[in-house]
């Protein structure tokens, strides 16, 4: 059974960072896509970053997060991070994790409308 398990959200000042963790079970990361989206209130689901299965391949969906969001895993934890850098009020959002099978290890992320399976979600305050 897949599971995915946010953590690591809170309130963070302006120019502060955050590193989220995505802690996963019940499936292999290396024949697994993670993606990181966030959802602002009254707005759209957003994609973020994603890992690809290899953990060679990595997609940034939106621009406003290059240069300071950085994605990475960690295969004996079984755990995906999202470290967040240079926060900005407009960051504040429910950041959620997903999967997306891609049945053997690939280099490329899959789109960021193709992920099936999703954890419960972290807040992310940014505020003074």
């Known amino acids: 059974q897949f599971q995915l398990v946010e953590s690591g959200g809170g309130l963070v000042q302006p120019g502060g960072s955050l590193r989220l963790s995505c802690e996963t079970s019940g499936f292999s990361l290396e024949y697994n896509g993670i993606g990181w989206f966030r959802q602002a209130p009254g707005k759209e689901r957003e994609g973020l970053m994603c890992?690809?299965?290899?953990?060679?391949?990595?997609?940034t969906y939106a621009d406003s997060v290059k240069g300071r969001f950085t994605i990475s895993r960690d295969i004996a934890k079984k755990t995906v991070y999202l470290q967040m850098d240079n926060l900005k009020p407009e960051d504040t959002a429910v950041y959620y994790c997903a999967a997306r099978t891609t049945g053997q290890r690939v280099n490329f992320c899959p789109r960021s409308d193709q992920f099936v399976y999703w954890g419960q979600g972290t807040q992310v305050t940014v505020s003074s």
């Open positions: 890992i690809s299965s290899s953990g060679i391949g990595r997609t």
